[in-house]
């Protein structure tokens, strides 16, 4: 009888019930069911092994035996074959790990970093538009620079900050995939930009009317409607146009409207809530918006949730101008720049911009609301044109 290659294709297909050899230690297991499996009997390091080649007839009689001597090649070189096959696997699935997936996983770890645990998808958009349609699918320990150049180079300068904030969020996302344990080339973000080369776009400024302009564009703004109250609050208050587009009537307390922190442009948490002095004037504006409000929300759009920032773009396209809403905060900072002495510090405060560092605002815990509702005040008289004089601030001594 054969040591070796004891059994036949035809004939493993006829087997019954029990264990049959094929010699060398490989052996088809079937059960009453008619199932089998491949198994391969060794000894290495003095150990006795079994090693399961694959189910039959899946796994084909000369199938089995071709994985049976690669096994017998790694024993006889001292290697445990079933470890090896383990590392294998292992290695494979670290391979295996698709851009998309490690970009989801980057995102939720995230989160908490994020504004709003980014609920409003930004931090995800650039990729999830301009990375993911090509690399999404692509095993992340594959990705060179050569992938992410041809990704990115149609709008590396057509739309170079939609670029740099891809190819950053790209970044994190290797980064994060490294943490992982997946085998990443870490350079590959800034080879990639080498091949890119330096962009061409020069940012530009969002265009803002001239603070002299400002008094007859609010003059205009007079009928009443949703759209026009929040013009009016905006150019008054300074805020952004988010947090004003979300106000609600309980951020609301006598003169004093406090902007959430998670609100806030690149803040974090509520010891980052931005408090914005009403004057006379605005708390008349909320006044005529609460008639407009609903669940909650004093700007409510026609249909539901509350009016897009394009809303308000809109009706200034319409009248021709080039200026935008957001503008209108340049607008009030050269007029405090230009028409009054207030310190730099309480003037950037007008905006909710921090200045200084993290250990200077730990010491000076003011946020010169007082001063604010000065110089806010005096803002509304000169857009409302009830006054038109230079405001003096007095700074306090140290």
Known sequence: MRATNRLSAKGAASLTCGKHADGAGLWLVKDEAGRGKWVLRVTVHGRRREMGLGAFP????????????EARALVRASVDPIKDRERRRREAERKLHLLGEVALDAFESRKAELKGDGVAGRWFSPLQL??????????????????IRDCLAPIWHAKAV????????????????????????????????????????????IPALHWHDVPAFYASLDDGTVTHL?????IL??????????????QIDGDVWTVPGHAMKGRKGATADHRVPLCPETIEIIKAARRHAREGFLFPSAKKGVISDATMSRLMERRGMTARPHGFRSSLRDWLAEATDAPHEVAEACLGHQTDGAVVRAYRRTDFIEQRRILLGRWAQYVTEQSGQVVKMVREAN
């Open 237 to 250: 208050t300074g805020v952004r146009s988010a947090p004003l587009r979300f106000l609600q009537e309980s």
């Open 58 to 69: 899946a796994v084909s009689l000369a199938e089995a035996r071709r994985l049976a001597d």
């Open 130 to 147: 301009h990375i993911l349609p090509k690399l999404g699918k692509v095993p992340v320990a594959e990705i060179d620079q050569k992938d």
């Open 162 to 205: 939609t670029a740099q904030k891809a190819i950053n969020r790209l970044g994190l996302c290797l980064k994060h995939a490294a943490a992982l344990g997946l085998d990443v080339d870490l350079q590959a973000i800034d080879k990639a930009r080498a091949l890119l080369g330096k962009q061409r776009h020069e940012a530009a400024n």
């Open 230 to 234: 929040a013009l009016r609050l905006l």
